[in-house]
């Protein structure tokens, strides 16, 4: 059974709390449409579905695109997006650090965040393996030898709305627009 994903924005789901805590304007991503893949493990069969409002901090530039990858075991976690049970992609250029991630199975989950800067669809990283671009993950876990474990990122979505902020990490001072 397929469930409409969708990417929207949360401006409007904010719009209430802007006031009240003296948020910063954000813009209005488009909706672009979550791929979902049959192959990755699928979350437990339920009829619940909720909302993952995701807020993308620290971004280094408004260059490029944000991958998202929501997984639901650590296999791929965090850097292959292809075993990701959904993923999608959009520019920055269409306000994508606000978004919402719709009727989404209740489970458990961990997400991360790609910055391609230069819009190539993949993370690049040194021929050491240090990565050039930004990221980051649910929950924000400190950032040590290699990627952050699943269980390090893991959250559950067990209700109608939850909100994430992730926090952008960047090894790599380098500008990639100049390579």
Same mark, same amino acid.
């Given at each position: 059974?397929?469930?409409?994903?969708?990417?929207?924005?949360c401006?409007?789901?904010?719009?209430?709390?802007q006031?009240?805590?003296?948020?910063?304007?954000?813009?209005?991503?488009?909706?672009?449409?979550?791929?979902?893949?049959?192959?990755?493990?699928?979350?437990?069969?339920?009829?619940?579905?909720?909302?993952?409002?995701?807020?993308?901090?620290?971004?280094?530039?408004?260059?490029g695109?944000i991958?998202?990858?929501?997984f639901?075991?650590?296999? !791929?976690? +965090?850097?292959?997006? @292809?075993?990701? %049970?959904?993923?999608t992609?959009? /520019?920055? $250029?269409?306000?994508?650090?606000?978004?919402?991630?719709?009727?989404?199975?209740?489970?458990?989950?961990?997400?991360?965040?790609?910055?391609?800067?230069?819009?190539?669809?993949?993370?690049?990283?040194?021929?050491?393996?240090?990565?050039?671009?930004?990221?980051g993950?649910?929950?924000?876990?400190?950032?040590?030898? !290699?990627? +952050?474990?699943?269980? @390090?990122?893991? %959250?559950?979505?067990?209700?109608? /709305?939850? $909100?994430?902020?992730?926090?952008?990490?960047?090894?790599?001072?380098?500008?990639?627009?100049?390579?």
């Amino acid at each position: 059974m397929k469930f409409p994903h969708l990417v929207t924005s949360c401006i409007a789901a904010l719009a209430p709390l802007q006031a009240l805590a003296s948020l910063p304007e954000m813009p209005e991503p488009l909706p672009v449409q979550l791929s979902i893949n049959e192959e990755a493990h699928q979350p437990a069969t339920t009829t619940e579905n909720g909302s993952i409002r995701i807020r993308i901090e620290n971004l280094r530039s408004n260059e490029g695109m944000i991958g998202i990858a929501l997984f639901t075991t650590d296999k !791929g976690f +965090p850097s292959k997006p @292809e075993k990701a %049970f959904a993923s999608t992609g959009l /520019e920055l $250029a269409e306000g994508a650090t606000c978004l919402m991630l719709e009727n989404i199975p209740y489970g458990n989950y961990a997400l991360s965040v790609l910055h391609d800067e230069n819009s190539n669809r993949k993370m690049d990283k040194t021929f050491i393996g240090i990565p050039k671009e930004g990221f980051g993950t649910s929950n924000n876990p400190k950032i040590s030898y !290699g990627p +952050p474990d699943f269980e @390090e990122s893991e %959250f559950t979505l067990d209700r109608e /709305e939850i $909100a994430l902020v992730i926090d952008m990490n960047y090894f790599n001072k380098k500008d990639l627009s100049e390579e």
